[in-house]
């Protein structure tokens, strides 16, 4: 399973289902701080696409973005908890 998620292939679909989100939920959004998940979900794609594709130029790069992909997954979690509370409390 883990050779699945670092794959250039699931790297490039994670990649393109954040665009496919961003597009889709673009008009939905009516503040600012409605889009920090978005940008948070969109760098961890980036950055794992970014980690996969200089694998095998330098390993240790690699695993330093593998780390930056971490962290940001874990900051787009816990943005959406936040901006799902924060719209639960203005508009209800």
Known sequence: M???FRSKLFAWL???LVIVMIVATFA????WWQFID???AFMAAFINLVS???KKINPIVSRML???TAIFCILFLLAFIGEWIAFYVAFN
Do not use: E, G, L, Y
Not at 28 to 31: E, G, K, Q, S
């Open 28 to 31: 939905t959004r009516i503040a």
């Open 38 to 40: 978005v940008f948070f």
């Open 52 to 54: 996969v594709t200089v």
């Open 2 to 4: 883990t050779r699945f």
């Open 14 to 16: 994670a990649f393109a």
């Open 66 to 68: 593998d780390k930056w």
